[in-house]
T-cell receptor, first 110, second 112 residues
């Protein structure tokens, strides 16, 4: 079945780069997403990547996809305190649904 | 402004009562979803609908019901059969091939 796994916590210093990792199991995944959730709020789409790509860059965000290893990462350059949040990895399969990981809580220390 | 709204933001109910959570979108999206989020956990899919007048059970549909009579609206009823209904409920919609989901602000339901 579908499963998405992420490490639960990451702590970095302001100005450093953050790298959040995710693994998934469904080889039929068509799109992979990164969402951000701030306390008490809904999820906000940050970026997504199509499964035939291996990298996508959008300002401070870089997504790397290793389809062979079913590994996805999100790199945030020059991390700011406003980046503190929970980050969810998700995949969309051919069945049309999305499966979400449990989220990585990013803490940015000044 | 286009978006997805959920109401109310906070909801308190007594045990044994049914309660309906509202979700409305004006994004003209065909697909809509309901998720449940418990503290420190990810999202679990309750129900989803890919088109008006049709919906499917997700991973944890027991104790919940939905309707999709209009494209814009996808209300969720939490019934008394749901054993542990206190949670944060998120509604989302999506359209297009890439399937990215747009989320509402959530409703926090507390059953006393």
């Amino acid at each position: 079945g579908e499963d998405v796994e992420q490490s639960l916590f990451l702590s970095v210093r302001e100005g450093d780069s953050s790298v959040i990792n995710c693994t998934y199991t469904d080889s039929s995944s068509t799109y992979l997403y990164w969402y951000k959730q701030e306390p008490g709020a809904g999820l906000q789409l940050l970026t997504y990547i199509f499964s035939n790509m291996d990298m996508k860059q959008d300002q401070r965000l870089t997504v790397l996809l290793n389809k062979k290893d079913k590994h996805l990462s999100l790199r945030i350059a020059d991390t700011q305190t406003g980046d503190s949040a929970i980050y969810f990895c998700a995949e969309k399969t051919n069945a049309g649904k999305s499966t979400f990981g449990d989220g990585t809580t990013l803490t940015v220390k000044p | 402004d286009g978006g997805i709204t959920q109401s109310p933001k906070y909801l308190f109910r007594k045990e044994g009562q049914n309660v309906t959570l509202s979700c409305e979108q004006n994004l003209n999206h065909d697909a809509m979803y309901w998720y449940r989020q418990d503290p420190g956990q990810g999202l679990r899919l309750i129900y989803y609908s890919q088109i008006v007048n049709d919906f499917q059970k997700g991973d944890i549909a027991e104790g919940y019901s939905v309707s999709r009579e209009k494209k814009e609206s996808f209300p969720l009823t939490v019934t008394s059969a749901q054993k542990n209904p206190t949670a944060f409920y998120l509604c989302a919609s999506s359209a297009g091939t890439s399937g990215e989901q747009f989320f509402g602000p959530g409703t926090r339901l507390t059953v006393l």
